[in-house]
């Protein structure tokens, strides 16, 4: 694709959407891989990869993503560090507490969401570029900061999707 196309030319968010977007950016985490993750199981990947919150030890767990607010899921590809998939997009509902029980992680679901279905074509199918700098350890970030630097590599056929 050109790279003239960039993501929100396919999303079409509005000025007032961008600022209250984040885009969670998923890189390979212990030895798991995003889009592989995401391939094996989207809804899994979207959940507990795309909504995930770090536990801190004094229990304030920092709130990353906001009530209201979208989020923009992107899943690095092992072809290449440069090109990540969309995975979904979502409309945060409602933060959730850190589970009484320990999962094993310093993970876990910190959000209840809503799927926004009219961008669900998207998923799976949509690779874009972006340069993550080396040590660069910020996974999410403002829309208004990114979405301008996102250009469209290449849309799959419905067929070659990822989900």
Request: hydrophobic residues 30%; aromatic residues 8%.
């Amino acid at each position: 694709m050109s790279d003239d196309i960039m993501l929100n030319d396919l999303l079409h968010l509005t000025d007032e959407e961008i600022s209250r977007t984040h885009i969670r950016c998923c890189i390979d985490y212990d030895s798991y891989n995003p889009a592989e993750e995401f391939k094996r199981n989207p809804d899994m990947f979207n959940t507990e990869w795309v909504l995930a919150r770090k536990k801190n030890k004094n229990g304030n767990d920092a709130e990353r993503l906001h009530k209201g607010w979208k989020v923009v899921g992107l899943a690095r590809l092992p072809i290449d560090k440069d090109l990540w998939v969309v995975t979904c997009v979502k409309h945060i509902s409602n933060t959730l507490d850190r589970p009484e029980k320990d999962n094993g992680t310093d993970y876990y679901v910190g959000y209840e969401d809503e799927e926004l279905t009219e961008y669900h074509k998207f998923c799976g199918r949509v690779i874009v570029r972006y340069h993550k700098n080396q040590g660069e350890a910020q996974p999410i970030y403002n829309a208004e900061t990114l979405l301008n630097k996102l250009p469209v590599e290449k849309v799959l056929p419905p067929k070659d999707s990822l989900q």
